[in-house]
Protein backbone atom coordinates (compact mmCIF):
# COMPACT_ATOMS: atom_id res chain seq x y z
CA UNK A 1 0.00 0.00 0.00
CA UNK A 2 1.09 3.71 -0.31
CA UNK A 3 2.00 5.75 2.38
CA UNK A 4 2.21 9.06 2.51
CA UNK A 5 4.62 10.95 5.02
CA UNK A 6 3.01 13.95 6.86
CA UNK A 7 2.58 16.99 8.93
CA UNK A 8 -1.06 17.80 10.05
CA UNK A 9 -1.93 20.81 8.30
CA UNK A 10 0.76 20.91 5.17
CA UNK A 11 -0.66 22.13 1.92
CA UNK A 12 1.61 20.20 0.47
CA UNK A 13 0.54 17.00 1.86
CA UNK A 14 -2.89 17.78 0.97
CA UNK A 15 -2.82 18.21 -2.61
CA UNK A 16 -1.00 14.45 -2.95
CA UNK A 17 -3.63 13.13 -0.51
CA UNK A 18 -6.44 14.80 -2.47
CA UNK A 19 -4.75 13.30 -5.74
CA UNK A 20 -4.88 9.98 -4.36
CA UNK A 21 -8.61 10.25 -3.00
CA UNK A 22 -9.74 11.85 -6.53
CA UNK A 23 -8.01 8.34 -7.72
CA UNK A 24 -9.39 5.98 -5.39
CA UNK A 25 -6.11 4.81 -4.36
CA UNK A 26 -6.06 2.73 -1.09
CA UNK A 27 -2.73 4.63 1.29
CA UNK A 28 -1.74 5.26 4.85
CA UNK A 29 -0.49 8.24 6.64
CA UNK A 30 2.36 8.64 8.93
CA UNK A 31 3.04 11.89 10.60
CA UNK A 32 6.12 13.23 11.72
CA UNK A 33 7.22 16.18 13.54
CA UNK A 34 9.23 19.24 11.60
CA UNK A 35 10.44 20.75 14.47
CA UNK A 36 12.48 17.47 16.04
CA UNK A 37 12.69 15.33 12.69
CA UNK A 38 13.55 11.75 13.23
CA UNK A 39 16.78 10.37 11.32
CA UNK A 40 14.52 7.97 9.68
CA UNK A 41 12.42 10.76 8.21
CA UNK A 42 15.73 12.89 7.18
CA UNK A 43 17.39 9.66 5.26
CA UNK A 44 14.33 9.44 2.63
CA UNK A 45 13.62 12.93 2.53
CA UNK A 46 16.42 14.71 1.44
CA UNK A 47 14.98 18.14 2.01
CA UNK A 48 13.60 17.66 5.10
CA UNK A 49 10.17 17.85 4.06
CA UNK A 50 6.79 16.73 3.93
CA UNK A 51 5.35 15.27 1.65
CA UNK A 52 7.14 11.91 1.34
CA UNK A 53 5.39 9.08 -0.92
CA UNK A 54 6.14 6.09 -0.24
CA UNK A 55 6.19 3.51 -3.10
CA UNK A 56 4.38 0.11 -3.42
CA UNK A 57 7.90 -0.67 -4.02
CA UNK A 58 9.15 0.82 -1.21
CA UNK A 59 10.61 3.45 -2.97
CA UNK A 60 10.50 7.30 -0.76
CA UNK A 61 9.54 9.78 -3.69
CA UNK A 62 10.16 13.45 -2.25
CA UNK A 63 8.91 17.29 -3.58
CA UNK A 64 4.85 17.47 -3.90
CA UNK A 65 5.37 18.38 -7.87
CA UNK A 66 7.20 14.73 -8.53
CA UNK A 67 5.13 13.04 -6.74
CA UNK A 68 1.82 14.44 -8.01
CA UNK A 69 3.48 13.94 -11.85
CA UNK A 70 4.56 10.00 -10.34
CA UNK A 71 0.91 9.12 -9.60
CA UNK A 72 -0.09 10.59 -12.77
CA UNK A 73 2.53 8.47 -14.75
CA UNK A 74 1.52 5.36 -12.66
CA UNK A 75 -1.76 4.84 -11.79
CA UNK A 76 -3.58 6.99 -14.91
CA UNK A 77 -3.75 10.52 -15.89
CA UNK A 78 -7.15 12.64 -14.80
CA UNK A 79 -7.51 13.90 -18.31
CA UNK A 80 -6.08 10.80 -20.44
CA UNK A 81 -7.10 12.44 -23.45
CA UNK A 82 -4.73 15.58 -23.21
CA UNK A 83 -1.75 16.81 -25.88
CA UNK A 84 1.24 16.55 -24.80
CA UNK A 85 1.03 20.42 -24.86
CA UNK A 86 -2.03 20.53 -22.68
CA UNK A 87 -0.25 18.39 -20.32
CA UNK A 88 2.65 20.86 -19.80
CA UNK A 89 0.23 23.97 -19.39
CA UNK A 90 -1.56 22.12 -16.80
CA UNK A 91 1.37 21.32 -14.72
CA UNK A 92 2.54 24.54 -15.33
CA UNK A 93 -0.71 25.99 -13.93
CA UNK A 94 -0.44 23.14 -11.21
CA UNK A 95 3.33 24.34 -10.52
CA UNK A 96 1.68 28.22 -10.02
CA UNK A 97 -0.76 26.66 -7.45
CA UNK A 98 2.07 25.38 -5.39
CA UNK A 99 3.96 28.31 -5.29
CA UNK A 100 1.19 30.17 -3.49
CA UNK A 101 0.78 27.81 -0.69
CA UNK A 102 3.66 29.22 1.80
CA UNK A 103 2.36 32.72 0.65
CA UNK A 104 -1.18 31.79 1.61
CA UNK A 105 0.72 30.60 4.96
CA UNK A 106 2.32 33.69 5.52
CA UNK A 107 -0.61 35.87 5.44
CA UNK A 108 -2.57 33.62 7.77
CA UNK A 109 -0.07 33.57 10.04
CA UNK A 110 -0.14 37.55 10.31
CA UNK A 111 -0.16 39.50 13.34
CA UNK A 112 -0.78 42.48 12.10
CA UNK A 113 -3.27 44.35 9.52
CA UNK A 114 -0.32 45.68 7.71
CA UNK A 115 1.24 42.59 7.09
CA UNK A 116 -2.03 40.73 6.28
CA UNK A 117 -2.80 43.61 4.17
CA UNK A 118 0.46 43.13 2.38
CA UNK A 119 1.15 39.43 1.78
CA UNK A 120 -2.36 39.14 0.71
CA UNK A 121 -2.06 41.39 -1.85
CA UNK A 122 0.83 38.96 -3.24
CA UNK A 123 -1.60 35.87 -3.01
CA UNK A 124 -4.63 37.73 -4.85
CA UNK A 125 -2.05 38.54 -7.65
CA UNK A 126 -2.29 34.53 -8.14
CA UNK A 127 -6.11 34.68 -7.88
CA UNK A 128 -6.53 37.59 -10.47
CA UNK A 129 -4.52 35.10 -12.83
CA UNK A 130 -6.40 31.93 -12.61
CA UNK A 131 -9.80 34.25 -12.60
CA UNK A 132 -8.97 35.38 -16.08
CA UNK A 133 -8.08 32.00 -16.83
CA UNK A 134 -11.05 29.75 -15.93
CA UNK A 135 -13.97 29.41 -18.46
CA UNK A 136 -17.48 27.98 -18.85
CA UNK A 137 -16.33 24.62 -17.51
CA UNK A 138 -16.93 23.47 -13.45
CA UNK A 139 -13.19 22.73 -12.63
CA UNK A 140 -10.56 24.19 -13.95
CA UNK A 141 -10.63 23.31 -17.85
CA UNK A 142 -13.25 20.65 -18.01
CA UNK A 143 -16.11 19.19 -16.31
CA UNK A 144 -13.86 16.84 -15.26
CA UNK A 145 -10.96 16.93 -11.82
CA UNK A 146 -7.60 17.12 -13.06
CA UNK A 147 -4.43 17.70 -11.42
CA UNK A 148 -4.80 21.38 -11.48
CA UNK A 149 -7.70 21.45 -9.27
CA UNK A 150 -5.99 18.60 -7.01
CA UNK A 151 -3.25 21.67 -6.77
CA UNK A 152 -5.53 24.61 -5.95
CA UNK A 153 -7.45 22.62 -3.42
CA UNK A 154 -5.16 23.21 -0.28
CA UNK A 155 -5.23 27.35 -1.36
CA UNK A 156 -9.29 26.66 -1.86
CA UNK A 157 -9.95 24.59 0.91
CA UNK A 158 -8.26 26.92 3.39
CA UNK A 159 -9.80 30.22 2.18
CA UNK A 160 -13.09 28.80 2.50
CA UNK A 161 -12.09 27.90 6.11
CA UNK A 162 -10.59 31.72 6.81
CA UNK A 163 -13.95 33.33 5.63
CA UNK A 164 -16.11 31.32 7.87
CA UNK A 165 -14.27 31.62 10.80
CA UNK A 166 -12.70 34.95 10.55
CA UNK A 167 -14.90 36.80 8.09
CA UNK A 168 -11.87 37.69 6.03
CA UNK A 169 -12.02 36.52 2.35
CA UNK A 170 -9.31 35.79 0.03
CA UNK A 171 -11.08 35.56 -2.67
CA UNK A 172 -13.41 38.60 -2.44
CA UNK A 173 -13.79 39.49 -6.23
CA UNK A 174 -12.92 36.80 -7.63
CA UNK A 175 -16.63 35.58 -8.57
CA UNK A 176 -15.09 32.71 -11.29
CA UNK A 177 -13.06 31.20 -8.68
CA UNK A 178 -15.66 31.12 -6.20
CA UNK A 179 -17.66 29.33 -8.18
CA UNK A 180 -14.57 27.09 -8.80
CA UNK A 181 -13.85 26.84 -5.71
CA UNK A 182 -17.57 25.71 -4.81
CA UNK A 183 -17.10 22.92 -7.39
CA UNK A 184 -13.98 21.76 -5.73
CA UNK A 185 -15.48 21.70 -2.09
CA UNK A 186 -18.40 19.88 -3.31
CA UNK A 187 -16.43 17.06 -4.60
CA UNK A 188 -15.80 16.25 -0.36
CA UNK A 189 -12.41 15.65 -1.35
CA UNK A 190 -10.71 18.38 1.05
CA UNK A 191 -12.29 17.09 3.68
CA UNK A 192 -11.19 13.13 3.15
CA UNK A 193 -7.51 14.43 2.25
CA UNK A 194 -7.11 15.99 6.16
CA UNK A 195 -6.97 14.26 9.29
CA UNK A 196 -9.56 13.90 11.61
CA UNK A 197 -7.84 16.50 13.46
CA UNK A 198 -7.35 18.72 11.35
CA UNK A 199 -9.33 21.65 11.67
CA UNK A 200 -8.75 21.63 15.76
CA UNK A 201 -4.74 22.58 14.27
CA UNK A 202 -5.11 24.75 11.89
CA UNK A 203 -7.79 26.85 14.25
CA UNK A 204 -4.66 26.53 17.31
CA UNK A 205 -2.27 27.81 14.35
CA UNK A 206 -3.39 30.17 12.24
CA UNK A 207 -6.59 31.11 14.37
CA UNK A 208 -5.22 31.99 17.83
CA UNK A 209 -5.40 35.09 19.41
CA UNK A 210 -1.75 35.86 18.02
CA UNK A 211 -3.15 36.16 14.59
CA UNK A 212 -4.59 38.75 13.24
CA UNK A 213 -7.33 36.43 11.46
CA UNK A 214 -7.57 35.02 14.72
CA UNK A 215 -8.84 38.47 17.02
CA UNK A 216 -10.45 40.52 14.53
CA UNK A 217 -13.63 40.47 13.08
CA UNK A 218 -13.54 40.92 9.29
CA UNK A 219 -17.24 40.60 8.84
CA UNK A 220 -18.49 43.33 10.93
CA UNK A 221 -15.41 45.84 10.20
CA UNK A 222 -13.72 45.45 7.01
CA UNK A 223 -12.71 42.80 4.03
CA UNK A 224 -10.16 41.98 1.68
CA UNK A 225 -11.00 44.82 -0.57
CA UNK A 226 -10.94 47.25 2.54
CA UNK A 227 -8.71 46.56 4.84
CA UNK A 228 -7.02 49.52 4.83
CA UNK A 229 -10.48 50.84 6.64
CA UNK A 230 -10.34 48.43 9.41
CA UNK A 231 -10.46 49.75 12.95
CA UNK A 232 -8.10 49.17 15.66
CA UNK A 233 -11.60 48.43 17.67
CA UNK A 234 -12.60 45.75 15.40
CA UNK A 235 -9.12 43.64 16.44
Not at 61 to 80: C, H, N, R, V
Not at 89 to 108: D, E, F, M, P
Not at 149 to 156: G, I, Q, S, V
Amino acid sequence: MLKVISFTICPFVQRITAMLEAKQLPYEVEYTSLSDKPQWFLDISPNGQVPVLVTEDNTALFESDAIAEYLEDKYGAMQPALSLEQKAINRAWSYLGTKHYLVQCGAQSSRTIDDLKDRSEKLRKAFEKVENQLGQYRFFNSDDLSMVDMAWLPLLHRAEIIRIESGYDFLEGFPKVKAWQAALLETGFAEKSVSDNFMERFRSFYLSEERVLGRCDFAACCSALNIQECEPACC
